[in-house]
């Protein structure tokens, strides 16, 4: 089965640096990579998606990419602010069906001023 | 903007008790999730549900769950007899293409 690994269960970062979250996968290619935010007690807000074909996407201060041969994507937060804080998802998509999104467990980021 | 709303925000309930969680999902999205979070691991799909049939289950929804689309605008799950394991966040979402929209969530808990 699918597994997703995220690094470091806790990412601390300095106020106007670069945060980069690392998302790794096992088995097949999805053919979606998906990014969430998460605030305690809260549901997941998506972020940004990339498609398969895609090496890379952003999004303001987002910027995701994304390597199948690695069986990786990187997402790069830049120009951090404390309110940038929260735990980011990384979420498979399978097919190009509207399908279920298999999760990775988070990455906790907190941004000090 | 319109969002994902889920009632109600916290359940207590004994264990063997029934629950339903509601949710109502956005009103032009065709595709309708159940996801649960149990407290400190990852976020775990349950089932997917389009043109008013399941489209796919998780080993974790078992014969105990169920969900239901009872007119054209809410999105229920029906736990029939709690188990202490079923205390969780359990989060409503739905698609209209590939990124979902959850809703804030329904903390259960099972005594």
């Known amino acids: 089965s699918q597994k997703i690994e995220q690094n470091s269960e806790a990412l601390n970062i300095q106020e106007g640096k670069t945060a980069t979250l690392t998302c790794n996968y096992t088995?097949?290619?999805?053919?979606?990579l998906q990014w969430y935010r998460q605030d305690p007690g809260r549901g997941p807000v998506f972020l940004l998606l990339i498609r398969e074909n895609e090496k890379e996407k952003r999004k303001e201060r987002l910027k995701v990419t994304f390597d199948t041969t690695l069986k990786q994507s990187l997402f790069h937060i830049t120009a951090s602010q404390p309110a940038d804080s929260a735990t980011y998802l990384c979420a498979l998509d399978r097919s190009y069906n509207t399908d279920k999104l298999i999760f990775g467990t988070g990455t906790r980021l907190q941004v000090f001023p | 903007e319109p969002e994902v709303t889920q009632t109600p925000s916290h359940q207590v309930t004994q264990m063997g008790q029934e629950v339903i969680l509601r949710c109502v999902p956005i009103s032009n999205h065709l595709y309708f999730y159940w996801y649960r979070q149990i407290l400190g691991q990852k976020v775990e799909f349950l089932v997917s549900?389009?043109?008013?049939?399941?489209?796919?289950k998780s080993e974790i929804f078992d014969d105990q769950f169920s969900v239901e689309r009872p007119d054209g605008s809410n999105f229920t799950l029906k736990i029939r007899s709690t188990k202490l394991e079923d205390s969780a966040m359990y989060f409503c979402?739905?698609?209209?293409?590939?990124?979902?929209?959850f809703g804030p969530g329904t903390r259960l808990t099972v005594l």
């Open positions: 088995n097949y290619s999805p053919a979606y």
């Open positions: 979402a739905s698609s209209l293409e590939a990124e979902q929209f």
């Open positions: 549900f389009y043109n008013n049939e399941i489209s796919e």
